[in-house]
Antibody, heavy 120, light 110 residues
């Protein structure tokens, strides 16, 4: 069955970097755009970034100000999110999700999430 | 900062009907054909509940239905059950922000 498994979260100091991974199985990863969505503790969902099926196009929330980079390795069925200059406001559970095609696109399925805690 | 507004919380007795509203604008809901809805049970990841306004993925009970009109959308839960206690989010795409946007979320209590 379709599975998305995030990893790489943890406690990190402000200003440091962290790389998240999302290992995918159960579908042809290289055929689908992918997303990252995050959820701060007790808060709602916030779209972070998206990447096209081949990695040639990348889209980010404007508020990121270039601090995060989404990428993928289709040979390893893995999605990545490189996060730098982390702030306390980046503390959240980060989910990866596959695209669902529509107007607009949707997110399905989702991984279980990985927690990033930015703290000194 | 979400541009789609939902009521923070709703409650109902088992068997009742609840309707969750999602209010947007001409740059998001009004600019696209459809709206999507997600259910997030306590302590779990969000799950697609409704796609393309009123389409239920396999396994989603037909107690859940959606609609869209202009710059707003609604999710109805008929025959409310205890297992429906969750947070619900609507989703669109905002052309002015060039970003996918989610609603503020509604906590449903049964």
């Amino acid at each position: 069955q379709v599975q998305l498994v995030e990893s790489g979260g943890g406690v990190v100091q402000p200003g440091r970097s962290l790389r998240l991974s999302c290992a995918v199985s159960g579908f042809t990863f290289s055929s689908f755009p992918m997303h990252w969505v995050r959820q701060a503790p007790g808060r709602g969902l916030e779209w972070v970034a998206s990447i096209s099926y081949d990695g040639s196009d990348k889209y980010y929330g404007e508020w990121l100000k270039g601090r995060f980079t989404i990428s993928r390795d289709n040979s390893k069925n893995t999605l990545f999110l490189q996060m730098s200059s982390l702030t306390i406001e980046d503390t959240a559970v980060y989910y990866c999700a596959r695209v669902g095609y529509g107007d607009p696109n949707w997110f399905d399925p989702w991984g279980q999430g990985t927690l990033v805690a930015v703290s000194s | 900062q979400s541009v789609l507004t939902q009521p923070p919380s709703l409650s109902g007795a088992p068997g009742q009907t609840l309707t969750i509203s999602c209010t947007g604008s001409s740059s998001n809901i009004g600019a696209h054909d459809d709206v999507h809805w997600y259910q997030q049970l306590p302590g779990t990841a969000p799950k697609l509940l409704i796609h393309e306004t009123n389409n239920r993925p396999s396994g989603v009970p037909d107690r859940f239905s959606g609609s869209k009109s202009g710059t707003s959308a609604s999710l109805a839960i008929t025959g409310l059950q205890a297992e429906d206690e969750a947070d619900y989010y609507c989703q669109s795409y905002d052309s002015s922000q060039s970003a996918y946007v989610f609603g503020t979320g509604t906590k449903v209590t049964v």
